[in-house]
């Protein structure tokens, strides 16, 4: 079993629709990563929380520590916000990464 | 700030030959990881340093790659030989030292493709 899951692992919506990701994770953390990678690409780091909620333009990002949940949320989605979005955790010295979920945003 | 530089962006070789890929994480970073991916999958660390010490390389196929950071700053991944399903992306990232909670940064990567 993954130390971090993601769901769902595709998804595709319309301009416009509110998107969320979510992250489920089974190991003690000190910090939750939202990374996005595009196709060829690098990857980008978005957001990194360890507790709460952070907003970045369109992009809010939450965390439940009890809970050992995280979403990712994109409000009013546009074609340029397909990519994969990966939910990585550092637990100690170690990072842990989900398997991605692969968002196209159809106009 | 420039980020971190890894090179080449692509490269193809066929089976049984050697490729080595370079990383130059961001300036006063201590930790450098590299990490394997194959599409489809997160990445995969295949190796971490902490300035030119291993931390941990538990998942390095020894038998056929191999990583150095010699003075601590930037670092070569070697294959040699390549077999198909090494075909990845390898990515290195920097932070900024061990036990920091700080922000993971990552390169471009090599795309590798074995024929």
């Known amino acids: 079993k993954n130390e971090v899951e993601q769901s769902p692992q595709n998804l595709t919506a319309q301009e416009g629709e509110f998107i969320t990701i979510n992250c489920s994770y089974s190991v003690g953390i000190s910090a939750l990563h939202w990374l996005q990678q595009h196709p060829g690409g690098g990857i980008v780091s978005l957001f990194m929380l360890s507790s709460g909620k952070k907003k970045h333009g369109r992009l809010i990002a939450t965390i439940n520590i009890q809970e050992k949940h995280s979403s990712l949320h994109i409000t009013a989605s546009h074609p340029r916000d397909s990519a994969v979005y990966i939910c990585?955790?550092?637990?100690?010295?170690?990072?842990?990464f989900g398997t991605g979920t692969s968002l196209t945003v159809i106009p | 700030e420039a980020g971190v530089a890894q090179s080449p962006r692509y490269k193809i070789i066929e089976k049984r030959q050697s490729v080595a890929f370079w990383c130059n994480p961001i300036s006063g970073h201590a930790t450098l990881y590299w990490y394997q991916q194959i599409l489809g999958q997160g990445p995969k660390l295949l190796i971490q340093?902490?300035?030119?010490?291993?931390?941990?390389d538990s998942q390095l196929p020894k038998d056929r790659f191999s990583a150095e950071r010699l003075k601590g700053v930037d670092s070569t991944l070697k294959i040699q030989p390549a077999k198909l399903e090494d075909s990845a992306v390898y990515l290195c990232a920097s932070s900024l030292a061990l036990g920091h909670t700080g922000e993971l940064f990552f390169g471009e990567g090599s795309r590798l493709t074995v024929l």
């Open positions: 340093f902490q300035n030119n010490g291993v931390v941990d």
């Open positions: 990585a955790v550092r637990s100690g010295n170690q990072f842990y």
